[in-house]
């Protein structure tokens, strides 16, 4: 080492020197400065630099943890880290990295985390990162029309990526079964939250069956529903007899529940 340091030192040059002389002889140092830098050992060049491979790696482990509690473990997740700019050199933490998922933070796709350095010189960053969805959703078995109630028939499970599908997916075919297509599909189709909605058992305008029971009685009377409304839905109906009006829920086709 003492050679080598002994080597970058350049000795003044004496009397006028030209312009070209002035370039060469800076020319000289910086080559002989990159010399000496590459001659030096390496923890000398990095220990006081954060290797951006800590700085992936601690981002990659929390969205990873973050997206399989986000997304259940039906779903394969595959999270991979984006590329930081080489010339980034940030100081060396010497405590153990922090990430955070900033808020409004995207859990499929495209996305960041926030990673930040609690140490004696704070500093922090947001990370570019992807995670990659695979799994089983529920598609089209066959081309339907627009207000096709789904059956067991109509739908399969098929693995599909998922990063594309930024309206949703379902996921349980049991849950699919009974809900009617709002528009027509092709088959192939994934089904998402925005193309069913819930089978409509009551309808506004139309005569239905109010129930009121309890351990010992049950009682029927005749009611006009004034609103649609789906399994379970809370309506209001008037009683045909009595001309009041009452509210119940949903309970099958043309049947509402009322409180005694």
Same mark, same amino acid.
């Given at each position: ?88 050199? /940030? +100081?060396?933490?010497?405590?153990? #990295?922090?990430?955070? =998922? @900033? *808020? !409004?933070?995207?859990?499929?796709? &495209? ?21 990659? /969805? +695979?799994?089983?959703?529920?598609? #089209?078995?066959?081309? =339907? @029309? *627009? !207000?096709?109630?789904?059956?067991? &028939? ?107």
């Amino acid at each position: 080492m003492n050679q080598l340091i002994h080597i970058c030192l350049i000795p003044r040059a004496h009397g006028p020197r030209s312009v070209h002389g002035r370039r060469g002889w800076r020319g000289s140092v910086l080559s002989c400065l990159a010399l000496c830098a590459l001659a030096l050992p390496p923890t000398a060049l990095s220990s006081e630099v954060e290797p951006h491979g800590n700085i992936l790696k601690a981002a990659r482990e929390f969205l990873t943890e973050q997206a399989r509690q986000h997304h259940g473990d039906a779903l394969e997740v595959r999270v991979v880290p984006g590329r930081l700019d080489p010339r980034l050199r /940030l +100081r060396a933490c010497g405590a153990p #990295l922090e990430a955070q =998922l @900033p *808020r !409004g933070g995207r859990m499929v796709g &495209n996305t960041t985390v926030g990673v930040r350095c609690p140490g004696p010189a704070p500093w922090s960053l947001y990370v570019p990162m992807q995670i990659n /969805l +695979r799994g089983e959703v529920v598609v #089209l078995d066959r081309s =339907l @029309p *627009r !207000g096709t109630v789904l059956s067991s &028939n109509d739908i399969r499970l098929e693995h599909r990526e998922l990063n594309s599908l930024h309206s949703g997916y379902l996921v349980d075919p049991e849950g699919a079964q009974n809900m009617v297509l709002r528009r027509a599909l092709s088959g192939g189709t994934v089904l998402t939250p925005h193309m069913v909605e819930p089978q409509r058992l009551v309808h506004r305008g139309e005569r239905v069956t109010l129930i009121s029971e309890n351990s010992v009685v049950s009682v029927r009377m005749a009611g006009e529903a004034m609103a649609d409304g789906s399994y379970g839905d809370r309506v209001r109906v008037r009683n045909l007899s009595s001309k009041r009006i009452v509210e119940g829920r949903v309970l099958s086709a043309g049947v509402v529940g009322v409180n005694m």
